[in-house]
């Protein structure tokens, strides 16, 4: 049975059960019933006859053979009354105490199986002689001693009724173990049928399919366990999705990282290289290269643009995964004000205003370091690009941070390409108006590692271009 699945596993228990009940019952209902019956029989029969004791003592001597008469067809027996020198009897079983007791030759008088007496009252249980049918024999004195009361009462009433409970017996039995394998039936399918949609259910989730879940309306512990089911597989597609999303970011950031060290080997390579042949033909005093108090600041100019270089490489690699437990509450306009004076200096010496409106208030939680490098690097960018007599205007609106600052509108050929790690518009590539390209990328990955949507693009009448960062 071990090896039985759920359904037929579930059936048999469930059958053998019923039948065991069935059994029992049967069997009780076999053995008790005509113990029961005799037991109610003599209680009734024994009232009646003290009852008929009671009105034979209070009754005038026409009015008593009624009485007789009537105890007589209520049990159909034979009955004999004496009181005050009268008999009264009367005979429907045929069974009388003179036969009773006279009936001999061929077979024993009188067979008592059973008596109870308390004294005044006498009910045996004897053999009838003639139809070897037992019946009751009940004896009693009258209340005041001046009689008796004799009769003879047939069992068959009991007898018919444990013959015709045998008959019933089989038939019950019968419709019982029908209704227990009916009833086996629909209780084994109803129990595994959510077991089995559970089962289904679960295998397909074992393809990690999505939309699968375990629709179950039973009310109690099996849909309990289906809607637990069902939260531990949407709890892992999440986690898969978000293991998927991870795996994602960490290729990009692999991808970005091998992209910037190929551009900043190039980069970097450039500056290197010019200052180790100044500093080589320094060494060896040849041609113009002899005039060191030339060269020397050229080479330190050099030194600065690459140490600036490698600084804004290692701030990337900062950058890139922020720590948890590094966001706080930022006031940008509390932050603007302070980030803005020291390229407030470089643009004043260009000719270049700054505007901020900074009254609307707006509170991001983010880590501030981030936050603050954003801010700067496009201050910084809007400083470099911005032409002498220009102006810069940063403020917040509508929950967004804009800064705007008038330029010659970037082509869109180039936008396609200013996010990207030391690129810079070709016309942007002279010391005076570029950096080295990785201001942006910065300011880019930042907000690609925060999850933050931001545009940059041209404005509406072609005065400049417009930063727009949504938090």
Not at 42 to 59: F, G, M, P, Q, Y
Not at 61 to 85: I, M, Q
Not at 168 to 177: D, E, K, R, W
Request: with cysteine; charged share 20%; aromatic share 8%.
């Amino acid at each position: 049975m071990r090896k039985l699945k759920l359904f037929p596993k579930t059936f048999l228990y469930t059958f053998s059960l019923m039948i065991v009940i069935v059994a029992v019952s049967h069997l009780l209902i076999y053995s008790l019933l005509p113990v029961a019956y005799n037991f109610r029989q003599r209680n009734e029969l024994e009232n009646d006859v003290a009852s008929l004791c009671e009105k034979i003592a209070n009754t005038p001597d026409a009015e008593r053979l009624p009485l007789v008469t009537e105890f007589a067809g209520k049990w159909w027996a034979d009955v004999s009354v004496c009181y005050d020198g009268y008999t009264y009897e009367m005979n429907l079983l045929n069974a009388g105490e003179s036969e009773l007791l006279n009936f001999s030759n061929t077979t024993e008088v009188v067979n008592i199986i059973a008596e109870e007496t308390d004294g005044k009252i006498k009910i045996s249980l004897s053999q009838n002689p003639k139809g070897g049918t037992d019946f009751f024999y009940v004896e009693r004195i009258l209340p005041n001693e001046n009689g008796y009361v004799k009769a003879t009462v047939s069992r068959q009433q009991i007898e018919d009724a444990v013959s015709t409970v045998i008959v019933i017996l089989p038939i019950t039995a019968f419709l019982c173990t029908l209704i227990s394998i009916l009833s086996a039936l629909a209780y084994s399918h109803m129990l595994t049928k959510p077991i089995k949609q559970i089962s289904s259910a679960t295998k397909k989730m074992q393809e990690l399919t999505s939309d699968i879940h375990c629709e179950i309306h039973t009310h109690d512990e099996i849909e309990a366990l289906a809607d637990n089911v069902n939260n531990l597989y949407d709890n892992l597609l999440k986690t898969i999705h978000d293991l998927e999303q991870e795996i994602h970011k960490v290729e990009e950031m692999e991808v970005q990282k091998t992209n910037l060290l190929r551009s900043a080997s190039h980069e970097l390579k450039t500056p290197v290289t010019a200052v180790n042949v100044m500093l080589e033909n320094m060494i060896l005093n040849v041609g113009k290269y002899k005039d060191h108090s030339v060269y020397l600041p050229k080479c330190k100019v050099l030194m600065e643009q690459l140490a600036a270089m490698i600084r804004e490489i290692l701030d990337v690699s900062k950058f890139e995964k922020p720590q948890d437990g590094e966001d706080e509450e930022i006031d940008l306009s509390e932050l603007i004000p302070q980030v803005i004076p020291p390229y407030a200096i470089i643009a004043k010496s260009k000719g270049i205003c700054i505007e901020t409106d900074t009254y609307e208030k707006l509170s991001i939680c983010y880590p501030l370091p981030m936050i603050k490098k954003v801010i700067s690097n496009l201050l910084a960018n809007a400083v470099s690009y911005t032409p002498k007599g220009g102006s810069i205007r940063i403020y917040i609106a509508n929950q967004k941070l804009i800064l705007e600052n008038e330029c010659v509108p970037i082509p869109q050929k180039y936008l396609t390409h200013i996010f990207e790690p030391f690129y810079r518009p070709e016309y942007g590539r002279s010391p005076d108006t570029g950096g080295n390209g990785l201001g942006l990328y910065i300011v880019d990955t930042i907000l690609k590692t925060l999850q933050i949507p931001y545009t940059f693009a041209a404005i509406e009448d072609n005065s400049g271009m417009r930063f727009t960062i949504e938090f």
